[in-house]
Every structure is written in structure tokens, then in C-alpha cells.
T-cell receptor
Framework: GAVVSQHPSWVICKSGTSVKIECRSL??????MFWYRQFPKQSLMLMAT?????????EQGVEKDKFLINHASLTLSTLTVTSAHPEDSSFYIC???????????FGNGTRLTVT | RKEVEQDPGPFNVPEGATVAFNCTYS??????FFWYRQDCRKEPKLLMS???SGNEDGRFTAQLNRASQYISLLIRDSKLSDSATYLC??????????????FGQGTTLQVKP
């Protein structure tokens, strides 16, 4: 089946640094990618929706200048957490699909720890 | 009010038991409905889609009640391996439908020997 690869699987960084997370669709063209964040014992919260070649649409309360999303090709989207702080420590998961109503495929997630 | 709500549990049941989870959604315009399973520290995996007519996949049965805006998941003959968090999810909320998936908080199931 379709595979979405997310990298890195885990990362530890110091407060104030930036971290880039990559999400790749390996065997299909990802028209749309979604980025989620999940804190312990909480649900997956949608952060933003990105369509290839256009600006991402951010959910209410998500700072677009802090969480930079780039979706420059049909197989790659990146999320950059800028000037990370300990409260940004979380599990970040991407998902991707082709045309509307096609199945959604999830990456394996990135566990970010900011010290 | 949250868009998608679930009882977080945990539900602790013995092996072989039947357990049911419910999930309510607030937007009547929601179009598609799903149950996902999430194991600890892993990404969610699609368990099954939920259709108005109800659907069954082995020991799992999903139901949708549009009038009352809830979906349910029934697990029969619980196995130890069913222990996980079960997330309901809906799409089609809001204008300019992008197919974004909104998740409930998840219900934790612990199946005991």
C-alpha cells in the first residue's frame, strides 16, 4: 500500500534552535498534506493543511511564523519548528493523500524533545 | 464544545468480552467517518471506515447515526492485542472542504487476561 515516510523519527534539540521535519510520499503524488501535533494523553490536533505549490492553511491558534510549512513538490512537505521551546515538545505526525476523497496515509511521526 | 468527542476511558475488560465505544460529532455537515487505532508512541492506523448502513470487519462493527450525530465501534471477543487507543475521526467539517480529518481524544482499551 501507499507509504508516507517521515524523518526524523525522534529529535532532541536545545531551546532556541530550529528543527525541520520531512514528510515524503513514496509511491503516490500527495496533493495535500496535513500536519498534526499530539501531546501526551491527548488527541491528534490538526496544525495546518498544505497543498502542493501554495501556502499552508493554519488552524486557529497555530502560529504560522513559528511552524513553517513548505510543500514545494508533490512528494515532499516540511515542517520547521523555529526557535523551539520546551513547550513545543510533542509528537508531530504528517499525513498525505492524493485527490480529495482518496485515502489518507500517515507518516510514522516525529517525537520532538526540546531541552 | 469539541468538534469530536469521545470518552477517554480507560476501558478495562477481560479477554473475550464485548466492548463498545461511542463518539459524537458537533457538525451535521460532517461527511466521512472513521475509526483509527493508535498504539503507544505510534502513528494512528485506519481500522475501518464507518458507513450509514453500518459495516462489519471480523470482530469489529461500526455504526453511524446521523440523526443523533454519533458513531460507534463494537469489538467482540476482545483479544489482548486489541489493547490500544481507539480514535474516531470525521472529515468534511467547515467550508472549503479539504478533506481534513478531525480526531476525537481517543478511548483507551486495556484487555486483561
Amino acid at each position: 500500500g501507499a507509504v508516507v515516510s517521515q524523518h526524523p523519527s525522534w529529535v532532541i534539540c536545545k531551546s532556541g534552535t530550529s528543527v525541520k521535519i520531512e514528510c515524503r510520499s513514496l509511491d503516490f503524488q500527495a496533493t495535500t498534506m496535513f500536519w498534526y501535533r499530539q501531546f501526551p494523553k491527548q488527541s491528534l490536533m490538526l496544525m495546518a493543511t498544505s497543498n502542493e505549490g501554495s501556502k499552508a492553511t493554519y488552524e486557529q491558534g497555530v502560529e504560522k511564523d513559528k511552524f513553517l510549512i513548505n510543500h514545494a513538490s508533490l512528494t515532499l512537505s516540511t515542517l520547521t519548528v523555529t526557535s523551539a521551546h520546551p513547550e513545543d515538545s510533542s509528537f508531530y505526525i504528517c499525513s498525505a493523500r492524493g485527490p480529495l476523497n482518496s485515502p489518507l496515509h500517515f507518516g510514522n511521526g516525529t517525537r520532538l524533545t526540546v531541552t | 464544545r469539541k468538534e469530536v468527542e469521545q470518552d477517554p476511558g480507560p476501558f478495562n475488560v477481560p479477554e473475550g468480552a464485548t466492548v463498545a465505544f461511542n463518539c459524537t460529532y458537533s457538525n451535521s455537515a460532517s461527511q466521512s467517518f472513521f475509526w483509527y487505532r493508535q498504539d503507544c508512541r505510534k502513528e494512528p492506523k485506519l481500522l475501518m471506515s464507518v458507513y450509514s448502513s453500518g459495516n462489519e470487519d471480523g470482530r469489529f462493527t461500526a455504526q453511524l447515526n446521523r440523526a443523533s450525530q454519533y458513531i460507534s465501534l463494537l469489538i467482540r471477543d476482545s483479544k489482548l492485542s486489541d489493547s490500544a487507543t481507539y480514535l474516531c475521526a470525521v472529515t468534511g467539517i467547515g467550508s472549503g472542504n479539504t478533506g481534513k480529518l478531525i480526531f476525537g481524544q481517543g478511548t483507551t482499551l486495556q484487555v486483561k487476561p
